[in-house]
């Protein structure tokens, strides 16, 4: 996928038609025009950056009374938690049940202290993706910076060794290969947010395109 227009690729999405029926779905879990796969996609645009533990690094800065750097073993020393969630991608696949753990982004704002006026996190990877969302989505108690996934090391083409995991929106707003998270006062966007992707992305009311 690394040779595609970004623009092209949101044009051939916005194109296709919904495969699922809403009938299948009793328990209305999979939000409109989603349809259900056991199966966990692989998105990437560009290449997989693959990163040596050793070497891996995850900074947090610009509006924060204390900017971090962490690296691997302070990662882990800091609290986790498992959740069990649903993945939606724009793409229209969405897959029920995933399970995960991580450190809370929570956890992350207590020490890095976010001051009053960050009022949005850009996401930052390995590998140069962005994606920005509002400080108050990032609260959510389901937000992760996860690096298990079905109990076992999150696999490189899925984000590994970290990557933040925001289920409530659609996946692009899941960084992977995290490593940076920078606190705003004004709003930004990221890297799909400005090939056409929409600025929230929640997939219960469609927000797809921007
Ligand atoms: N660093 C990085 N993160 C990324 C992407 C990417 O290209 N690079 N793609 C996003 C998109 S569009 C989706 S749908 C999900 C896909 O995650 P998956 O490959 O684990 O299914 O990752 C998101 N996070
Ligand atoms: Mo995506």
Redesign the pocket.
Known sequence: MSDWNPLKRVALLKAAKPKRQREDDPLNRVPPGQYTTTK???????DT?KIALQDWKLKVWSLVENPIELNWEQLLALPRKEIVCD?H???RWSQLDTKWEGVPFSEIAKLAQPKPEARYVM?H?????T?NLPITEMYGDDVLLAFHYDGKPLPT???GPL??LVPKL?????????NGLEFMARDRRG??EKNG?HHHGDPWTEERFG
């Open positions: 966990f996609p692989v998105l990437t645009y560009g950056p993945l991608c724009v793409t996401q990877c390995y590998g140069g993706y994606t083409e899925h984000g990557r933040m659609y996946l692009w707003k899941s960084a992977k290969w995290l890297f799909w992707y």
